[in-house]
């Protein structure tokens, strides 16, 4: 029986076994890097829906004169918006929103309601 004396199988056989594990951790550590983007983006789009919805709540409650208070919460699923009223004007109201989801960063945004036009003229989000 033949016996390989020249060592060329083991070499050979471990460079390629280590440039196999060296591909599989490039592709690993980017799925983990889009893992986490798409983790982020989820919670900022979710961010800017709950805002989205509590400025139309607080706008259709302006519109139909129901006594909205000073400051409040909603709460949804994931998350809730507070909210504070203050006129600015006599004609101009100033909502501030901040949304907190879980352990994340708040954001917050303020929206201006004219009761003359009975509606939203203008809105600014904060990051």
Partial sequence: MYRNQEGFSYPLTLAIILAALFLL?????Q????????NQAE???M???YLLCSF???????RENINLEKSGI???????VSY?????????????????????KE????????????KMIKWIEKN
Avoid: C, H, W
């Avoid at 951790?25 to 550590?29: A, H």
């Avoid at 799925?31 to 983007?37: H, L, P």
């Avoid at 954001?107 to 009975?118: E, K, N, V």
């Fill in 47 to 49: 961010q800017e829906y």
């Fill in 84 to 104: 504070e009223v203050s006129p600015v004007a006599t004609s101009l109201i100033q909502i501030t929103f901040k949304t907190k989801i879980g352990s994340d």
């Fill in 74 to 80: 909603y709460s949804f699923k994931n998350g809730s």
């Fill in 25 to 29: 951790t490039i592709q690993l550590d």
């Fill in 107 to 118: 954001i917050s945004g303020y929206a201006y309601y004219d009761t003359d036009l009975q």
């Fill in 56 to 62: 139309k709540k607080t706008e259709k409650m302006l």
């Fill in 43 to 45: 919670t900022v789009m």
């Fill in 31 to 38: 799925f983990i890097s889009e893992k986490r983007i798409v």
